[in-house]
C-alpha cells in the first residue's frame, strides 16, 4: 500500500523524536517521559482505600509498572504507550463513580454470552467480525471500549469519544503500517477483552511485545491466584453490563472474544455459567510463528527495530501459548466427562481449516450451537463482510519457523495433548 505524504512526515517525524531521545540519555543522561510506577501505584492504592479490596490489583501493578521503568531500551514513544496503557486506576474510578451514579447497571443481566476463545492467529478476530455483523449481537465498539465513562450527558458525548478512538487507531496505523496486516482496528468495530483486562493491570500482550524486562510479569500472569481472578471478572461483567446499559442493548445477546479467557476459562465459567463457548483451533506450526512475527510488529512500539529481539519474543510467546492450551485442554477434559450425558455442551471446538474454507458453513454449525436462528438479514450482513474483507485485504503477512528458531515437528510435539484433544488439522 502506497504511503502519503501526511504518513510518511509522521513517521520520519516520530523516528527523529526516538533519536533525540536515545542521544539525549545516552550522552547527557536526562530522561524525558519517564514510566511512572510511582503514581501508577499511588493511584491504584488511592482506588483501593476508596473502593476496597475488590480493586486491589497492586501487586500485578507494581511488578509491571516496575520492569517497565527499569526498561532503558524503551524509546520516547514507548514509555508514552506504557504510560497511557497503564493509567487503569483513574478509569476505574471514574467509571465506577457513572456507576454511583447509575445504580440500574447492576441490575442488567448479562444472559447466555457468546465467548469466543482460541490462540492468537487462529480465526478469531475474523470469526468474532463476522458474527457482530449480526445486529441481534452486540459486540462493545472500540470507542466504547477505551472510554468505558460516558464524558457527559450532551448528545455528542457518542461522537467525542468515537473522535478520540480514531485518533488513537490513526496514529497507530499510521506510524506502525504493518499492524493492519495482522490485526485491523475500527473505531466503530468490536475489540477484545484484553483492553478492558488491562485496565486491571492483567495483561497478556505486553510480556510479549515490551519483551525486555516484564519475565517476572509473565510468571505471575501465569501463576495468578484465584482471588484475583475472581475480581478480575467481578469488574470486568460491571463493565459489560455498562456497556449493555449504554447502548441499550439489553434484549440482545453479548459476543466477546479473547484468547486471555483460556488461561482463566475456570473463571469465565464461575462468572458465565450458561455461557455459550466458541473455541478456535490450528496447527501450532502456523500459529505459532505467526503470533511471534505479530508480536515483533507490535515490539516496534516500544522499541527501535534494532534492539528487539525475534528469538526471546519467540520464546515468550511458545511459553505463553503453551501455558494457554495446558489450562485449556485440563479443564475441557474434565468438563467434558463431569457434562457427559447431563445436555448441551457450553463448547464448539472449530478447526481454522474449516473456517477459511467454508466461512458461512462454520457460522450455520456455531448458530446451532448456540441455539438461534440465522436471520436472512444476518446471513447477507456476513456475506458481505466476507466479501469486503478478503484474506490479506491489508497485505499479506510473512512469516517464517526459522527466523524464529522454530521446528515445525518440534512444535507439534510440545503441542501434543492439545492436537490430539482437539483432531487440529495441519496447515500442511
Not at 142 to 148: A, D, I, R, T, Y
Not at 306 to 319: A, F, N, Q, Y
Request: glycine residues 4%.
Amino acid at each position: 500500500m502506497k504511503m502519503g505524504i501526511k504518513e510518511l512526515c509522521i513517521r520520519i517525524l516520530l523516528n527523529s523524536i526516538n533519536t533525540i531521545d536515545y542521544y539525549v540519555r545516552k550522552y547527557i543522561g536526562a530522561t524525558a517521559l519517564r514510566v511512572d510506577s510511582d503514581k501508577a501505584r499511588l493511584d491504584l492504592e488511592t482506588l483501593v482505600e476508596h473502593r476496597g479490596r475488590d480493586y486491589d490489583f497492586i501487586e500485578p501493578c507494581c511488578i509491571l509498572m516496575e520492569g517497565l521503568s527499569k526498561d532503558r531500551q524503551l524509546t520516547l514513544f514507548g514509555r508514552y504507550v506504557a504510560n497511557e496503557l497503564l493509567g487503569g486506576a483513574k478509569t476505574i474510578e471514574t467509571f465506577l463513580a457513572y456507576v454511583d451514579n447509575n445504580p440500574e447497571i447492576n441490575e442488567v443481566e448479562i444472559k447466555n454470552p457468546i465467548f469466543i476463545v482460541g490462540q492468537m492467529r487462529t480465526g478469531t478476530t475474523f470469526l468474532f467480525n463476522l458474527l457482530a455483523q449480526d445486529d441481534s449481537l452486540f459486540a462493545p465498539p472500540v470507542w466504547q471500549m477505551l472510554n468505558p465513562t460516558p464524558l457527559n450527558n450532551n448528545a455528542c458525548e457518542k461522537e467525542a469519544r468515537v473522535g478520540h478512538a480514531l485518533q488513537n487507531i490513526d496514529l497507530l496505523n499510521t506510524c506502525f503500517p504493518d499492524i493492519k496486516k495482522t490485526h485491523p482496528l475500527d473505531a466503530l468495530g468490536p475489540e477484545e477483552c484484553e483492553v478492558q483486562f488491562l485496565r486491571c493491570f492483567v495483561s497478556r500482550d505486553l510480556p510479549l511485545m515490551a519483551h525486555k524486562k516484564l519475565l517476572s510479569y509473565m510468571t505471575w500472569y501465569q501463576t495468578i491466584d484465584d482471588e484475583t481472578l475472581a475480581r478480575l471478572y467481578r469488574h470486568y461483567d460491571l463493565e459489560i453490563k455498562a456497556f449493555v446499559y449504554q447502548m441499550g442493548k439489553v434484549q440482545k445477546r453479548v459476543l466477546r472474544k479473547d484468547s486471555n479467557h483460556m488461561s482463566f476459562i475456570r473463571q469465565l465459567m464461575a462468572t458465565y455459567p450458561d455461557a455459550k463457548i466458541v473455541h478456535t483451533v490450528r496447527d501450532p506450526a502456523s500459529f505459532v510463528p505467526s503470533s511471534c512475527s505479530v508480536n515483533e510488529t507490535y515490539a516496534e512500539q516500544y522499541y527501535f527495530k534494532s534492539d528487539i529481539e525475534p528469538l526471546v519474543i519467540s520464546h515468550r510467546v511458545l511459553k505463553h501459548m503453551k501455558h494457554e492450551a495446558e489450562c485449556f485442554t485440563s479443564f475441557r477434559k474434565s468438563y467434558d466427562v463431569t457434562n457427559q450425558g447431563k445436555g448441551a455442551c457450553a463448547f464448539l471446538d472449530i478447526n481454522f481449516r474449516d473456517l477459511v474454507k467454508s466461512p458461512m458453513a462454520t457460522v450455520r454449525s456455531i448458530y446451532a450451537h448456540i441455539g438461534k436462528e440465522l436471520s436472512p438479514k444476518a446471513e447477507f450482513a456476513m456475506r458481505q463482510y466476507i466479501k469486503d474483507n478478503p484474506q490479506h485485504k491489508h497485505g499479506v503477512h510473512s512469516y517464517s519457523l526459522e527466523k524464529y528458531g522454530l521446528e515445525a515437528d518440534l512444535l507439534r510435539n510440545e503441542f501434543k495433548e492439545y492436537i490430539q484433544y482437539f483432531n487440529v488439522k495441519y496447515d500442511k
